[in-house]
């Protein structure tokens, strides 16, 4: 089993900046992917970005040239470092492992609320 615990969330005004993290307890089997997801209100989850094993990274579009993803293979964590943010980006995070040993595995953690003021 893999556990997840994201920090990082909270309040910032449009213009600002924040750095989730997330951390990981137990086994991650290579390959992986680490990923940062958002929930609106009402909404369905959705992707915000993506990070391989390898390092490759993927971006929503509404994210790019704002957010970073990033890992921290010796901590077993991942960051999603948030600049210029914006109320839409008004959400709550969750961190994600998929991961690809006999089976695939796929883990959540339990979410983070980032509030954007106007």
């Known amino acids: 089993q893999v556990q997840l615990v994201e920090s990082g969330g909270g309040l910032v005004q449009a213009g600002g900046s924040l750095r989730l993290s997330c951390a990981a307890s137990?086994?991650?089997?290579?390959?992986?992917?680490r990923g940062w997801y958002r929930q609106f209100a009402g909404k369905q989850r959705e992707l915000v970005a993506t990070?391989?094993?390898?390092?490759?990274?993927n971006y929503a579009d509404s994210v790019k040239g704002r957010f970073t993803i990033s890992r921290d293979n010796a901590k077993n964590t991942v960051y999603l470092q948030m600049n210029s943010l914006k109320p839409e980006d008004t959400a709550v995070y969750y961190c994600?492992?998929?991961?690809?040993?006999?089976?695939?595995?796929?883990?959540w953690g339990q979410g983070t609320q980032v509030t954007v003021s106007s």
């Open positions: 994600n492992v998929e991961d690809y040993g006999l089976t695939k595995r796929v883990y």
């Open positions: 137990g086994y991650i089997f290579r390959p992986n992917v």
């Open positions: 990070i391989t094993s390898g390092g490759t990274t």
